[in-house]
């Protein structure tokens, strides 16, 4: 292969690992989210767990950056979201033990994802080193 082809095959390696790159991020953004909202299940159930009051006052989100107060028993069990849109009714205990490896698979997700783009990013500047040097060299003999 000569050395335009070869900075041609590196140009389109460069451009394709950006966008590996870019889809990553929105990877790591969307599993962070989801982190954050587990993260908040988990502290109030236990808050539930922890107290003995029987109600709470609290905020129902119904959308659109509106909420509904409302008054709740506190529950013995809760409905639990366990993939494939399947659902189980549980304990608060087993909810938690539940949210808390969820938690604990989407923080080893999230470490993957980083490892990755840190490769990515790692063989982004090898190519555009390459491109760098095959462009230096075709000016030279332009």
Same mark, same amino acid.
Do not use: C, W
């Given at each position: 292969?000569?050395?335009?082809e070869?900075?041609?095959?590196?140009?389109?390696?460069q451009?394709?690992?950006?966008?590996?790159?870019?889809?990553l991020?929105n990877?790591v953004?969307?599993l962070e989210?989801s982190l954050m909202e587990?993260?908040?299940a988990?502290?109030?159930l236990?808050?539930?767990?922890?107290?003995? #009051? /029987?109600?709470?006052?609290?905020?129902l989100? +119904? @959308?659109? =950056?509106v909420?509904?107060?409302v008054n $709740? #028993? /506190?529950p013995?069990?809760?409905?639990?979201? +366990? @993939?494939? =849109?399947?659902?189980l009714?549980?304990? $608060?205990?087993?909810a938690?033990?539940?949210v808390?490896?969820s938690?604990?698979?989407?923080?080893?997700a999230?470490?993957?994802r980083?490892?990755t783009?840190?490769?990515?990013?790692?063989?982004?500047?090898?190519?555009?080193a390459a491109?760098?040097?095959l462009?230096?060299?075709?000016?030279?003999r332009?």
């Open positions: 292969m000569g050395e335009r070869n900075l041609a095959a590196l140009v389109y390696e451009r394709r690992i950006m966008e590996l790159i870019e889809a991020y990877e953004n969307v989210r587990h993260q908040s988990l502290d109030i236990k808050m539930y767990r922890e107290t003995e #009051s /029987k109600e709470f006052d609290t905020l989100p +119904v @959308g659109g =950056g909420y509904l107060p $709740i #028993s /506190k013995d069990k809760v409905v639990v979201g +366990v @993939g494939a =849109g399947v659902f009714e549980k304990s $608060i205990e087993d938690i033990t539940h808390e490896k938690i604990e698979n989407l923080r080893q999230v470490e993957n980083l490892k783009l840190n490769d990515l990013r790692n063989r982004y500047e090898e190519v555009s491109i760098a040097e462009q230096f060299k075709l000016q030279g332009g």
